[in-house]
């Protein structure tokens, strides 16, 4: 009894928390120890007869291990704030084990989780002051983080422009270190409508500051006003999508006119897209090769959920026929893609049989030094992934690195990695091969054209293979073989070295 009136005392009646995540830790002891207010027993209206004989003694229980629980905060506490300094002081004047002589306490240190946990416990109300729009921002962020699972890139993508929107709304509402209990509806109101006309924009980032609000109330103990609550509109948002038209046909044919001239194949072809199906933005521009059917009975794109993009709420996953104008359009773009690889494909075949002789006595150190090398570079990338902890996802992607780019995307993207990611990961490589490999090589003080040549195309495919070329002629047929043979082995080595090590 007397610890709990120490601690009381060390309280001093009403206070008010200095730090959110004192209180959130708090929170979480008490629930971890079950004896949250919230943890009480309850009766519900439904109890059966034996639940309402047993509910006494379930109460008494409860309030058994509260006691119990708060009897050891409390000592703990009271032993925390003995003022030792002002002890010392006491014992040198000789007032210290007189007779009446009171213990001095110091104020207690409300930032600390167990301090608070005893006043949650005990039922006080607390509430962290000047609680700012950061804390509420950065407790967002975490607790979502948490709770959502999300690809790498996806996650930091996601982390970066919630950051920018959240500061862009604090840069004309009073700042990071604004007080939440100082924001003010009407002011909100009025930036809101100012920054983004259009109601749909508007309500999207408003649910994204409301979310904010009501994360902070959600995991602190004491709520604070929403001032966002209410202040999305979805009837105008309604109203003005059922203002929207199509276009005119003299309106259509300028836009056919000015996407058929513009100088990007690419745009062009996003563009015709949009015209001729009908596609958002977003949908015609998170397309991948795969959703391209034109060689089908009857050429069509597919619209879907995949790992470039999520389809809107609204929209709809559909397949949907593609006009002979856009069917023209995407085979003339294939064959030009088809016109430039064939000269880029003899340039690298010309050296390969200028050497011919050469590479034919070579046939057994070749595929020796192939199976090493595709093994090792995927094996090794994959290992050293695992004992560093690195995210599945960040593996699978990682495990193709050493091969040419568009086969290391249909392995990355088959065994379940993220094809962007591979992209990266492929050029890094690359470019780190061509940098590092004549210095290495003559370290190592090998000086056999054939094996540097071969050593590069294996360890960094494509840009490797064009250093090679302006080194050595040799070298450069052996990185085009080594580029080539790879590309073909590590494709059925990769799903097989995953399977294992994975």
């Known amino acids: 009894m007397a610890a709990h009136q120490a601690a009381e005392i060390s309280l001093g009646g009403p206070q008010v928390i200095q730090s959110h995540r004192a209180s959130a830790v708090a929170k979480q002891l008490t629930i971890d120890e079950g004896i949250h207010p919230d943890q009480a027993p309850t009766l519900d209206a439904s109890a059966t007869p034996e639940e309402i004989s047993a509910f006494p003694q379930k109460v008494a229980e409860w309030h058994d291990n509260l006691d119990y629980k708060i009897g050891f905060m409390a000592e703990d506490i009271r032993h925390d704030s003995i003022d030792e300094e002002q002890q010392q002081k006491d014992y040198a004047e000789g007032i210290w084990g007189t007779a009446g002589y009171q213990t001095p306490y110091k104020a207690i240190n409300l930032d600390h989780p167990f301090a608070v946990a005893y006043a949650i416990a005990k039922g006080v109300s607390y509430a962290p002051s000047h609680a700012t729009w950061r804390d509420a921002v950065e407790l967002y962020i975490k607790t979502n983080k ?14 970066k422009s919630t950051r920018q929107l959240l500061e862009k709304f604090a840069k004309h509402n009073g700042g990071m270190e604004l007080s939440l209990g100082d924001l003010d509806r009407q002011s909100i109101r009025d930036w809101l409508w100012a920054t983004w006309p259009k109601a749909g924009t508007r309500n999207r980032y408003n649910n994204c500051f409301s979310a904010v609000i009501n994360c902070w109330n959600r995991e602190m103990t004491v709520a ?36 058929q001239s513009h100088h990007n194949i690419e745009i062009r072809l996003i563009g015709l897209l949009m015209l001729y199906t009908g596609c958002r933005t977003s ?36 397949a949907v026929p593609l006009l002979q104008p856009l069917i023209d359009a995407f085979r003339d773009y294939d064959q030009f893609v088809h016109f430039l690889l064939g000269p880029a494909t003899v340039a690298l075949a010309l050296p390969l049989w200028d050497n011919r002789d050469t590479i034919r006595t070579s046939v057994a150190p070749i595929v020796l030094a192939l199976l090493t090398g595709s093994i090792v570079a995927a094996g090794s990338a994959i290992i050293l992934a695992r004992a560093f902890g690195l995210p599945m996802e960040v593996l699978l992607s990682l495990a193709p690195k050493s091969t040419t780019a568009p086969v290391a995307l249909g392995i990355s993207e088959a065994i379940g990695g993220i094809p962007a990611l591979t992209a990266v990961l492929v050029i890094m490589t690359g470019i780190i091969g061509a940098v590092t490999v004549t210095p290495l090589m003559n370290l190592l003080r ?19 293979t064009a250093r090679a070329f302006q080194v050595n002629p040799l070298a450069g047929a052996y990185a085009g073989i080594a580029m080539a043979l790879n590309a073909l082995l590590t494709s059925l080595i990769v799903p097989l070295l995953v399977r294992w090590l994975v």
């Open 446 to 464: 090998i000086t056999d054209w054939r094996a540097r040549g071969f050593a590069v195309g294996v360890a960094a495919h494509g840009i490797g």
């Open 224 to 259: 604070v006003f929403n001032p966002f609550s209410g202040l999305s509109n979805k009837d105008q948002e309604k109203e003005e999508a059922e203002r929207r038209r199509s276009f005119k046909p003299d309106e259509w044919r300028d836009y056919l006119h000015h996407v």
């Open 146 to 159: 948490q709770e959502k699972k999300r690809e790498l890139v996806k996650e930091i993508a996601w982390e």
């Open 283 to 318: 949908e015609a521009a998170g397309l991948q090769v795969r959703d391209l059917k034109l060689v089908s009975n009857r050429a069509h794109v597919v619209y879907r959920t995949n790992r470039v993009r999520r389809m809107d709420k609204d929209g709809l996953e559909r």
